[in-house]
């Protein structure tokens, strides 16, 4: 499978887990599974990408979307 093939997979299977903890928000169910799954798919889709994630910014915006969403 090809890089880009492979992100665009990620980025798809991504969509869909996102669709479907919005889905359980909305009910009021727990979302624990697909969030540590959706934490997985976003380190697969960095380490492709080769972006740098661990700098004081990007930590910085992650701890603060975490209380808005």
Request: aromatic fraction near 8%; avoid cysteine; charged fraction near 25%.
């Given at each position: 499978?090809?890089?880009?093939?492979?992100?665009?997979?990620?980025?798809?299977?991504?969509?869909?887990?996102?669709?479907e903890?919005?889905?359980?928000?909305?009910?009021g169910?727990?979302?624990?599974?697909?969030?540590?799954?959706?934490k997985?798919?976003?380190s697969?889709?960095?380490?492709?990408?080769?972006?740098?994630?661990?700098?004081?910014?990007?930590?910085?915006?992650?701890?603060?979307?975490?209380?808005?969403?």
């Amino acid at each position: 499978m090809s890089k880009q093939t492979l992100m665009k997979t990620i980025t798809t299977e991504l969509e869909i887990l996102n669709n479907e903890v919005d889905r359980k928000i909305i009910r009021g169910f727990s979302y624990k599974r697909e969030s540590q799954r959706h934490k997985f798919l976003l380190s697969q889709l960095s380490t492709l990408n080769g972006s740098q994630t661990h700098n004081w910014l990007g930590k910085t915006m992650r701890l603060i979307s975490t209380f808005i969403l």
